[in-house]
């Protein structure tokens, strides 16, 4: 009866120790997975040269890169010490979109005054990001990838599928 217990316990034991990893059920979606983060890679690749070019013909800017991809120069930078916003804060801006050749897209009169609360409301990434790093009565331009900004889908009328877009932001005092 005691061999029987230690056979068990030994069969138990050592067929725990090679378990075989499982194949893929769909190796066609793994393919396409597969390509589908190649193509992205590349057009990230593609999209950042874009935005550098972009910044080297705008030689009255000093862009810098930001640690999220994009580019951003300031304009008009705040002279005060002024905190940047934390989440809940109440934040009032106008905007303009261009495209990278500095055509414009929507103008900020079309747009008109943004009320927003900061990481409370929905917001383009672009702007969420952006905004972030202002303080009131600042300009800055940004250069936005287009994962950024309306990425595969275009906005439906001004802006195509994956195009970068450049925004002049002004945060305002109040509105």
């Not at 390509?35 to 800017?61: F, G, H, P, T, W």
Request: glycine share 4%; hydrophobic share 40%; with cysteine.
């Amino acid at each position: 009866m005691k061999t029987i217990g230690v056979l068990v316990f030994s069969i138990c034991f050592f067929s725990c120790a090679q378990i075989e990893p499982r194949a893929p059920l769909n190796k066609e979606r793994t393919l396409f997975l597969n390509s589908s983060a190649q193509r992205n890679k590349q057009l990230l690749l593609q999209e950042e040269q874009l935005l550098v070019e972009s910044a080297e013909r705008d030689s009255l800017l000093d862009f810098r890169k930001s640690e999220a991809g994009f580019l951003y120069a300031y304009v008009k930078k705040a002279a005060t010490n002024a905190p940047l916003p934390v989440k809940g804060d109440l934040v009032y801006f106008q905007y303009k979109i261009e495209d990278l050749n500095q055509n414009i897209i929507y103008d900020k009169d079309n747009l008109g005054i943004v009320e927003y609360a900061i990481d409370e409301e929905e917001l383009l990434p672009a702007l969420r990001v952006a905004l972030r790093m202002m303080k009131p009565n600042e300009v800055v331009v940004f250069l936005f990838p287009s994962y950024l900004c309306y990425s595969y889908q275009g906005d439906g009328d001004k802006i195509g599928i994956n195009q970068p877009l450049r925004f002049t932001i002004e945060r305002l005092n109040r509105p």
